[in-house]
């Protein structure tokens, strides 16, 4: 039982650094995606001509959540990465369309809250010494 815990943990570790850091440092070279195209109405009123620097501190935000994930903090980085990630549908949803990337996030959002759960039900200590 212990080697699937740890294959699971390990797996959604490396899954929340890659997704968060690697969306994160998208949002400087728009690669992926025009990512300001994403941010609801009302939050674009809202910041008027800082909408893209916004979406560039939300960036460093999402890479910092992904480095606290795959180093000393996966806990805390899977409980922050959960939350943003409701946020991130709930700002989806405000913008009238996006619904299946809302949805996506949700269940990234549950994925997230299963590490941090999974995080606390397993000794990191016994699952570190186990992977080396």
């Not at 195209?37 to 560039?56: A, C, D, E, T, W």
């Not at 949700?106 to 999974?118: D, H, I, M, P």
């Amino acid at each position: 039982m212990q080697e699937q815990l740890t294959s699971a943990w390990w797996a959604l570790r490396l899954a929340f650094f890659l997704g968060p850091f690697l969306a994160g440092l998208d949002k400087f070279f728009h690669v992926l995606v025009d990512w300001d195209k994403y941010l609801n109405p009302v939050s674009q009123r809202i910041l008027g001509g800082l909408s893209h620097p916004f979406m560039l501190l939300v960036g460093i935000i999402e890479m910092i959540v992904g480095l606290m994930v795959i180093t000393k903090w996966p806990r805390l980085g899977a409980y922050i990465a959960s939350l943003w990630l409701l946020l991130i549908a709930i700002n989806l949803v405000m913008t009238g369309q996006y619904f299946d990337i809302a949805l996506r996030d949700v269940g990234l959002c549950l994925c997230a809250f299963g590490l941090a759960k999974l995080t606390e039900a397993v000794s990191a200590k016994g699952v570190q010494r186990m992977a080396v």
